[in-house]
């Protein structure tokens, strides 16, 4: 008997699982409004430089009263090639200078000019502050946003295999709580930094901390879940994750100052952290570490949460559990171990780019709303909605329709959507295209997570599974980057989105099977030996003797 078969027992979707679905989904919502949440707090306003005549007082009450504002504009500051007030420079006066009706008849090409010594003066309808005001990341600093994006993004890639470790050597919920109450304090201390370098740790510390609570959070649930409700249970904290980006466009409305912002986003970790108490050990991990009491006691602890009196549950029935845990686990294998055999390292690279593009995809879009339109509010409400809508259609097409079916054509069209956005000037039609991108992307990642499942034995799976989420975490990291190419060649990131896009269909078509309706491996044999595919001859037409060639 294996561990899941425990569950029904004690109750396998009891009111113990539903109220643990929550504690995780809950926080979920707040930390996929962190993911995203620089859109605003990291917007960049229009804005010129500081100059002298205008925003200096003293100064202006020694101009000629003759000139107006739109007149000493004129005389500060120089239009670019489309007609716009420069960002990054200005007209030179030395001060003091008298200035009169007969210096705009001058020719103001041949003036000259100077870079924003004194600092710039912020456009503050939208929004009064961001990261991009109090520190000035404009003109030469302007990679500095991106830089500050990618730094997040490397912390949640740089946590995977930290917490994973950690989970499987302290145990899931002793991980927990200091997650929450660590992020909690570093979130809320980004909202207090004073200068841009203690901002960028504390946001890396922030996404080193969220990916503890996703692996540590969703390792607990997946544990206490049967494979039964295990699609339902990713589908809702999918959604949860959907609902944040909705509800961080709906609060920017309310919020226009991002320290605010960044703290009403941060002060419910608090919280989250004392209910995290609530939570008991994985029950598996407990028996798996020879601490049969101590799972003995969870075990009955759900049950009663749950409404059942058990009385069946013995340290016995744990031993004889255990037994067949161990039994799946003799064969250890090592990273190195999983490239010797062909099937599963086409299988895991595969994934790894499809893991990658969804990664750099979904960030490369969601991080980049502002030059979608100028109501970036409206525009991640719109994004969230779309996410949100994705995710209900994905759990209805993946009973209908092929997992690589879905898999391909989700990729194919993400990419064909982003290519012509680069190229057209009509905002509405630019949105649309983003929006049916992310929509794409969605629905692949949520098929991905159940095909990356399907396509790998049991024996490997998790370790498999983490490094098609570092593909993808490293496809997010660069997908910052990659925007800053915008400055050089305008098009240059949607092309380059689109062509990992097309190229990671066509990939998913040539190189892995379908899984729809299939069993999923147990071992690497399984793979390696045609077991679970179709065309493969019935197993005991087989030679048994068959041996696997490691290259």
């Known amino acids: 008997m294996a561990f899941e078969d425990l569950l029904p027992e004690v109750g396998d979707m009891g009111r113990f699982q539903i109220l643990q679905v929550l504690c995780l989904a809950?926080?979920?919502v707040f930390i996929a409004s962190h993911c995203l949440?620089?859109?605003?707090?990291?917007?960049?306003?229009?804005?010129r430089c500081w100059v002298h005549l205008l925003d200096n007082t003293s100064d202006l009450l020694n101009v000629n009263g003759n000139l107006n504002f739109s007149s000493l504009l004129k005389l500060s500051i120089p239009l670019d090639s489309n007609g716009k007030l420069e960002r990054c420079c200005r007209y030179f006066w030395p001060q003091g200078q008298p200035l009169g009706p007969n210096v705009i008849g001058q020719n103001m090409s041949q003036l000259e000019m100077e870079l924003c010594v004194d600092g710039w003066v912020y456009d503050q309808s939208l929004f009064t502050s961001s990261i991009v005001t109090e520190w000035d990341l404009?003109?030469?600093?302007w990679t500095l946003k991106s830089l500050s994006q990618s730094v997040f993004l490397a912390g949640i890639l740089v946590g995977y295999p930290i917490w994973g470790y950690l989970s499987d050597r302290f145990g899931r919920k002793r991980m927990l709580p200091p997650s929450y109450l660590m992020l909690a304090v570093s979130s809320t201390g980004a909202a207090f930094a004073q200068s841009f370098p203690v901002y960028c740790c504390l946001r890396f510390l922030l996404g080193f901390l969220i990916s503890g609570i996703i692996l540590c959070g969703g390792t607990l649930v997946i544990e206490w879940t049967t494979s039964q409700h295990r699609p339902l249970v990713a589908v809702i904290l999918s959604l949860c994750i959907s609902l944040g980006y909705l509800f961080l466009g709906v609060l920017a409305y309310g919020l226009q100052e991002w320290r605010r912002l960044q703290l009403v986003v941060s002060a419910p970790f608090f919280?989250?952290?004392?209910?995290?108490?609530?939570l008991p050990e994985s029950a598996g991990w407990l028996i798996v570490q020879n601490k049969y009491d101590d799972a003995l006691k969870v075990l009955r602890k759900v049950a009663k949460t749950n409404g059942i009196k058990d009385k069946t549950l013995t340290v016995e029935a744990l031993r004889s559990t255990v037994e067949m845990e161990l039994d799946a686990a003799q064969t250890r294998y090592t990273m190195l171990d999983l490239v010797h055999f062909p099937i599963l390292r086409t299988r895991i690279l595969c994934m790894s780019f499809a893991g990658f593009t969804t990664g750099m995809l979904f960030y490369g879009l969601s991080l980049d709303i502002q030059n979608l339109g100028s109501n970036i509010q409206m525009l991640q409400v719109l994004f969230g909605a779309s996410a949100f809508l994705s995710s209900f259609v994905a759990l209805f097409i993946m009973n209908s329709l092929g997992r690589q079916m879905i898999a391909v054509a989700c990729l194919l069209l993400?990419?064909?959507f982003v290519l012509p956005g680069a190229f057209l000037s009509e905002e509405i039609l630019r949105v649309v295209l983003a929006v049916l991108g992310i929509s794409c992307i969605v629905i692949c990642a949520s098929c991905n997570a159940v095909y990356s499942t399907e396509l790998l034995p049991t024996v490997v799976r998790y370790m498999?599974?983490?490094?098609?989420?570092t593909g993808d975490q490293i496809g997010a990291v660069l997908a910052p980057l990659v925007n800053t190419l915008r400055h050089y060649i305008p098009a240059l990131p949607q092309f380059i989105f689109a062509i990992i896009g097309i190229s990671s269909s066509f990939v998913v078509f040539f190189f892995l099977p379908e899984t729809k309706n299939k069993p999923m491996p147990d071992t690497i044999q399984d793979i390696e030996c045609g077991h679970s595919r179709e065309e493969a001859r019935p197993r005991e037409e087989r030679d048994t003797a068959v041996k696997i060639s490691q290259f």
């Open 26 to 28: 809950i926080p979920l």
């Open 37 to 47: 949440i620089e859109n605003f707090t990291a917007f960049v306003p229009e804005h």
């Open 138 to 141: 404009v003109c030469d600093s």
């Open 271 to 278: 919280a989250f952290f004392l209910t995290s108490w609530w």
């Open 414 to 416: 993400a990419g064909l």
């Open 464 to 469: 498999c599974r983490g490094l098609i989420l």
